[in-house]
């Protein structure tokens, strides 16, 4: 009679065991237990065995050195640094006694011979539980907080049961860093990845382990070797007993070890084994899967049924799993199952199905659908596209909105609740109709210095930061993005997310929370967005991919081209050859779009020349802005853009300042330093000298304060300069303040009766006796104005978005040009249609079908 396996025999894969108690073949058990090869043993196998059979018959090579000289030649290291044994497992428990270590670092979950080799040395072991929000990736900044001279560290990459890469850069830097402790890293499970290149022979103080016998299928045979630090090498090679490595297996470890068609053949079915397969566990809202690079998956079980209970009822389907209960750091709820062929994961998803129900329904703990656009740099337009994409979804019945964890830029906006975040993410709000929230934008960086930026973090300002101050304070900030993005994800169907810069600043990636490491957290698919007209762009596509590590390579799902001028027909030879380097499709082209309509994200369009446009051919005014070096909110000028009879100019430089009938001063991160730069670059005696013959100057909020007769920061909140003389054409006095002003505003422009609707983003306190220009809705006021009118200046953002206002504000500067009011139709400052046909152009130019596939929906 045949019996079901036991399932205690899950917990160690012991297959032998499992067979002996039924009345099956082991070939009639799926051990989902085991992480071997899905293609099993290299075809030449039983022929080299049969054809080495006489070896047996006379003493092995007692140290394999011929199998030693090649793996040293394929890892590029030294032979007599490679110790080849039974086995890494082997290596691992002799280790103790060849190394000097008074206590063992572990980050846990991990491999649980870690731990006991070193207990039963009688090392002290501390333990460090993984981050589950993370995915169980090691925070190797955490790890290095606890390291002291005679520590070893001890990591798997990938980590076994979890599957999780290192960053590599990262690690090398930490290996560097601490001569005095001890590596040790198990690369067992690295050959399935694709890309990723071991460590081995990298540092004196790093000790690799690698395992012929799971990529290579052939665990029977019992093979691995590890590289070691010279010292140490010969230390283990005189512990260890000769012919540890029978001649059979040292035969074929020099046939596999060379055999370089095997190994891609292997890592390219693996991967369609294991796409597959994540497919089909993705219908089952009972499991969560995370992400692993390697050939197995750690689950957890969500639902009323108990891990022990799964394995059970596999068990009497003959399938064995490996229950997790046992590892240190995971619960009674985690399980982990091998990448198997394609018939036998096929099988378990059929015998899976009879014991969880399948559904489409999301589960409360599984992550909402997302999709997140990357560039290959600043300024390629993800910004954008991200609106664009929330409109398309929108429009097709998606509850969306966008999230960006952090954003640096001088262009903010003031919500309803008085929180402060980026404008793009309002703008991309806007795009889904929605009221902005400061979850989309938890972190917001306004740079204030070449070297440093206010820091604002859930709406609120933390306070100014050098570089190097930030980057510690990152380590902290996670939690709160991710906290933010749960939140908000919680409540859509989709999320949108946008990363910033490019995911390839390698000088960035090791504290990154925006780009890969928010995407991973998120188990967002990445779309890499390039930007054409700048040229370059498929070197950037595939230079981009060189410089990811392999599990954010994982995570792109094909290239964007934008702001394409011609035909897209002539680039697929180009397409062509990024998918043959990069094994990854472009998914779209999208033209150059002129006049968009949309603002943009930061002052690289702005200073780019984003508004210029052709001087009007009809009767018109010349607005000149003042491209100061740290501008912010340069968007209130941007509804003079859409006016017919506006001449607007950007111009930095005291010769191109011509005869214009208005010159604004925008708002300022630095104000100081910004009115320093204009006394230097002679504009601030240019300035002064046109408004005494008689041209308006406006000022916004830093500009405004600019326009005044002083300009006092005594806690240094802007500028180390205590204070500065303004231009003295306002009779008022500024102080920075430590609290700062965060308000939206309602009110009247006293002089035109005309209504105003803006936000207030300031630390400024100014001082005037003259009377205020705008009155609000809470009965306060702002605002200030010389005797002749002329030169005026407001706290007030966004006042130029009021239509009546602002046409009011154009036609008194034609009066006084001498022309007539316009009569033509009043330009409506409205981005619905712009968003709209923004919205077709990416439809037309994108393929939604592939997106809607990576969003699941």
Not at 127 to 155: A, H, M, S, Y
Not at 284 to 296: G, T
Request: hydrophobic share 40%; charged share 20%.
């Amino acid at each position: 009679m045949m019996t079901e396996p036991n399932p205690s025999y899950t917990h160690g894969g012991n297959i032998q065991a499992a067979a002996r108690e039924t009345s099956l073949n082991i070939s009639q058990i799926l051990d989902f237990s085991a992480n071997i090869n899905p293609l099993g043993p290299p075809e030449w196998l039983r022929p080299c065995i049969s054809s080495s059979l006489d070896t047996v018959l006379h003493y092995p090579d007692p140290y394999a050195s011929e199998l030693k000289e090649i793996i040293a030649a394929r890892y590029a290291c030294d032979a007599d640094t490679v110790i080849v044994a039974n086995g890494s497992t082997e290596l691992l428990y002799q280790l103790p006694n060849v190394l000097d270590c008074r206590r063992a670092v572990i980050p846990v979950p991990s491999y649980i011979d870690y731990c006991k080799v070193m207990e039963l040395a009688g090392i002290p072991v501390l333990q460090l539980p993984l981050n589950e929000k993370q995915d169980f990736v090691p925070d190797l900044n955490d790890i290095e907080r606890v390291l002291v001279p005679g520590d070893i560290l001890i990591l798997g990459n990938p980590n076994n049961p979890t599957g999780a890469l290192l960053d590599t850069v990262a690690f090398k830097n930490l290996v560097s860093r601490h001569p005095d402790v001890t590596f040790l890293l198990d690369e067992a499970f690295l050959e399935f990845v694709t890309g990723e290149k071991s460590l081995a022979g990298n540092s004196e103080n790093l000790i690799t382990l690698h395992s012929l016998t799971k990529f290579y299928a052939i665990p029977g045979l019992r093979l691995g070797f590890g590289v070691f630090p010279r010292s140490i090498a010969l230390k283990l090679q005189k512990h260890l007993p000769p012919w540890t490595v029978n001649s059979l297996a040292q035969e074929v470890g020099k046939r596999a070890v060379g055999d370089s068609e095997y190994q891609n053949n292997s890592r390219k079915y693996f991967q369609s084994c294991k796409d597959l397969f994540l497919r089909g566990l993705g219908r089952f809202s009972d499991l969560h899967i995370y992400p692993s690079a390697a050939n197995y998956l750690l689950i957890r079980l969500q639902g009323s049924l108990s891990v022990s209970s799964l394995a059970q009822q596999l068990g009497k389907k003959q399938i064995l799993i490996r229950d997790c209960a046992n590892y240190s750091s995971l619960g009674k709820e985690f399980f982990r199952i091998a990448v198997r062929s394609k018939e036998e994961n096929k099988n378990f998803l059929q015998a899976l199905g009879q014991i969880l129900s399948p559904l489409h329904k999301r589960s409360s703990k599984q992550k909402t659908p997302a999709i997140m656009f990357q560039g290959t740099s600043s300024n390629a337009g993800k910004s954008v596209l991200t609106a664009a994409l929330c409109r398309i979804l929108l429009q097709d019945g998606v509850r969306i909105a966008p999230f960006k964890a952090q954003n640096m830029s001088l262009n903010s906006y003031v919500t309803h609740d008085g929180l402060e975040m980026g404008r793009a993410q309002v703008v991309q709000a806007q795009a889904a109709r929605l009221d902005p929230d400061v979850r989309m934008n938890p972190i917001l960086l306004k740079p204030n210095s070449d070297t440093g930026s206010q820091v604002i973090v859930r709406g609120k300002p933390l306070g100014n930061m050098a570089v190097m101050d930030y980057v510690k304070y990152k380590q902290n900030v996670m939690t709160d993005v991710c906290n933010c993005y749960d939140d908000l994800a919680d409540e859509f169907d989709a999320i949108i997310l946008e990363g910033a810069g490019s995911p390839g600043e390698v000088n960035l990636k090791r504290h990154d929370i925006v780009n890969m490491r928010m995407a991973r957290y998120a188990k967002s698919p990445v779309i890499l967005v390039g930007d054409i007209d700048r040229g370059g762009v498929y070197a950037s596509f595939v230079g981009t991919m060189e410089v990811l590590n392999n599990w954010e390579r994982a995570l792109v799902a094909g290239f964007l081209v934008n702001r394409f001028r011609g035909d897209s027909a002539l680039l697929q030879d180009a397409h062509d050859y990024v998918r043959m380097h990069t094994t990854k499709n472009v998914l779209g082209v999208i033209p150059y779009i002129h006049n968009h309509g949309i603002p943009e994200e930061d002052s690289v369009s702005f200073k780019d020349g984003l508004f210029a446009c052709a001087e009007p051919q009809q009767d018109h005014i010349e607005i000149v802005v003042i491209s100061l070096p740290h501008i912010s909110n340069f968007t209130d000028i941007e509804p003079f853009a859409a006016e017919p009879d506006v001449f607007l100019r950007i111009i930095d430089q005291q010769e191109d300042i011509g005869n214009p009938d208005v010159i604004i001063l925008p708002g300022s991160k630095n104000v100081i330093g910004d009115l320093q730069a204009l006394v230097k670059s002679g504009l601030a005696a240019e300035i002064m000298e046109k408004a005494r013959n008689g041209t308006e100057i406006v000022g916004i909020c830093g500009g405004y304060q600019m326009l005044g007769k002083s300009i006092k920061d005594p806690l240094g909140i802007e500028s180390k300069q205590g204070d500065i003389q303004g231009l003295s054409l306002l009779n008022m006095h500024t102080e920075l303040a430590a609290a700062k002003v965060l308000r939206r505003r309602t009110g009247i422009h006293i002089e035109s009766a005309q209504s105003v609707v803006g936000y207030e983003i300031h630390h400024g306190l100014t001082r005037t006796d003259e009377a205020p220009l705008f009155t609000y809705d809470d009965q306060s006021c702002c605002g200030t104005a010389s005797k002749t009118d002329t030169i005026w200046g407001s706290y007030l953002h966004g006042l130029f978005d009021s239509d009546s206002f602002r046409r009011s504000f154009i036609n008194n500067a034609r009066r006084r040009k001498g022309l007539e009011e316009y009569k033509g139709t009043q330009v409506c400052y409205d981005l619905e249609p712009a968003f709209d046909r923004l919205a077709d152009v990416v439809r037309a130019g994108l393929d939604m079908d592939y997106v809607y596939k990576l969003l699941n929906l």
